[in-house]
């Protein structure tokens, strides 16, 4: 099974763990990737190259006025309908992108519309996370929430898997939280980092471990991780 190179540009020495747990749940679910693959929000397009050893094609979907960098080959909206034809895509994804949308299930109902019967969904979202790239940051979801729109929307089969247990969430927002603190001249503050650095590397590489004491991940998790299949037509 390939294993993921991810290139994400907020990879960090305080969050490594997220993107490591991940491109595990990507490289789990590599059976899905299949023909006509579109990124829904696909901001840089950090996993472009291990999508191409599945799907025959990678097409890359934002909005180019998002706060970061866009690989983008095509420009929308996901508020709205798609400039995209109904049931061409084999494979629909969005990762970390659905806590930013005004209109969420606009977004769902357009990803079930523009998938082929029978075609794969496959998304993560955030739950226990900080506020991001504000003020374009309005939700957070349930597993039930999200059961019940992509259901709304069309799907079937659809799956929630939480990200991680109780532990591997608290050490990120701990990192994260140190992180936000620093204040000072510039050299107090890479002082500050320098020393926080073995404290974010331990927390993460124990974390993982730590998690195996909680017995309801889905209660207090970094996020959601979401299959679903459109059904075939009758």
Same mark, same amino acid.
């Given at each position: 099974?390939?294993?993921?190179?991810?290139?994400?540009?907020?990879?960090?020495?305080?969050?490594?763990?997220?993107?490591?747990?991940?491109?595990?749940?990507?490289?789990?679910?590599?059976?899905?990737?299949?023909?006509?693959?579109?990124?829904?929000?696909?901001?840089?397009?950090?996993?472009?190259?291990?999508?191409?050893?599945?799907?025959?094609?990678?097409?890359?979907?934002?909005?180019?006025?998002?706060?970061?960098?866009?690989?983008?080959?095509?420009?929308?909206? +996901?508020?709205?309908? %798609?400039?995209?034809?109904?049931?061409?895509?084999?494979?629909? #994804?969005?990762?970390?992108?659905?806590? $930013? =949308?005004?209109?969420?299930?606009?977004?769902?109902?357009?990803?079930?519309?523009?998938?082929?019967?029978?075609?794969?969904?496959?998304?993560?979202?955030?739950?226990?996370?900080?506020?991001?790239?504000?003020?374009?940051?309005?939700?957070?979801?349930?597993?039930?929430?999200?059961?019940?729109?992509?259901?709304?929307?069309?799907?079937?089969?659809?799956?929630?898997?939480?990200?991680?247990?109780?532990?591997?969430?608290?050490?990120?927002?701990?990192?994260?939280?140190?992180?936000?603190?620093?204040?000072?001249?510039? +050299?107090?503050?890479? %002082?500050?980092?320098?020393?926080?650095?073995?404290?974010?590397? #331990?927390?993460?590489?124990?974390?993982? $471990? =730590?998690?195996?004491?909680?017995?309801?991940?889905?209660?207090?998790?970094?996020?959601?991780?979401?299959?679903?299949?459109?059904?075939?037509?009758?």
């Amino acid at each position: 099974m390939r294993k993921i190179s991810s290139k994400h540009s907020n990879r960090r020495l305080y969050n490594w763990l997220v993107y490591d747990i991940g491109d595990r749940f990507l490289t789990k679910n590599s059976e899905k990737y299949k023909g006509q693959l579109y990124d829904l929000g696909c901001g840089e397009a950090p996993h472009k190259e291990f999508f191409l050893n599945f799907a025959e094609r990678y097409i890359g979907v934002d909005w180019t006025g998002s706060y970061h960098n866009t690989h983008a080959d095509i420009s929308a909206d +996901l508020n709205l309908e %798609l400039p995209i034809d109904s049931e061409v895509a084999d494979t629909v #994804i969005s990762m970390s992108v659905m806590e $930013h =949308l005004r209109e969420p299930q606009t977004m769902l109902n357009e990803a079930n519309r523009i998938l082929k019967p029978g075609g794969n969904f496959v998304m993560q979202v955030p739950w226990q996370w900080w506020l991001h790239e504000v003020p374009y940051d309005f939700f957070r979801y349930t597993p039930y929430g999200l059961k019940y729109m992509l259901e709304k929307a069309g799907f079937t089969n659809v799956a929630v898997e939480p990200q991680s247990g109780f532990f591997s969430m608290w050490f990120l927002k701990f990192n994260y939280f140190s992180l936000r603190v620093i204040r000072g001249p510039r +050299l107090l503050k890479r %002082l500050f980092m320098i020393t926080c650095i073995p404290f974010w590397y #331990i927390g993460q590489m124990i974390a993982p $471990h =730590l998690d195996k004491l909680d017995s309801d991940w889905s209660a207090e998790t970094i996020g959601y991780f979401v299959t679903a299949k459109k059904p075939l037509a009758k």
